[in-house]
């Protein structure tokens, strides 16, 4: 059964940094990409940073150069690493994997099919 665990949200001040982390467990494919996704109050879910097995990444604009997206060697850790974070970085954030298809390292919800229950990040000016 595959499983997606996310850590090390909190509360963290303005201006501040995070490391979140993501184990990604019982899946034994080479196959895989994986993104973070970030949901805030009453808005849509927006990917923050997405990569695949072979270590490339893709951000979108807005994300870019605030956060960086890592796996560990044995490719079944995730992290996300952000800095200078600001009140409207307040939501909760969601690790995404690909798997059993194509790797492909969207930015599209919609292309993952497996999904972390969220980890709460707040940010207070």
């Known amino acids: 059964q595959v499983q997606l665990v996310e850590s090390g949200g909190g509360s963290v001040q303005a201006g501040g940094s995070l490391r979140l982390s993501c184990i990604l467990s019982g899946y034994t494919g080479i196959s895989r990409c994986l993104a973070w996704f970030v949901q805030a109050p009453g808005k849509e879910r927006e990917a923050v940073a997405a990569i695949c097995r072979d270590g490339t990444t893709t951000y979108p604009d807005s994300m870019k150069g605030r956060v960086t997206i890592s796996l560990d060697n044995a490719k079944t850790s995730l992290y996300l690493q952000m800095s200078s974070l600001k009140p409207e970085d307040t939501a909760v954030y969601y690790c995404?994997?690909?798997?059993?298809?194509?790797?492909?390292?969207?930015?599209?919800?919609?292309?993952?099919?497996?999904w972390g229950q969220g980890t709460q990040v707040t940010v207070s000016s």
């Open positions: 995404a994997a690909r798997l059993y298809k194509v790797p492909v390292r969207s930015l599209n919800a919609d292309d993952y099919n497996y």
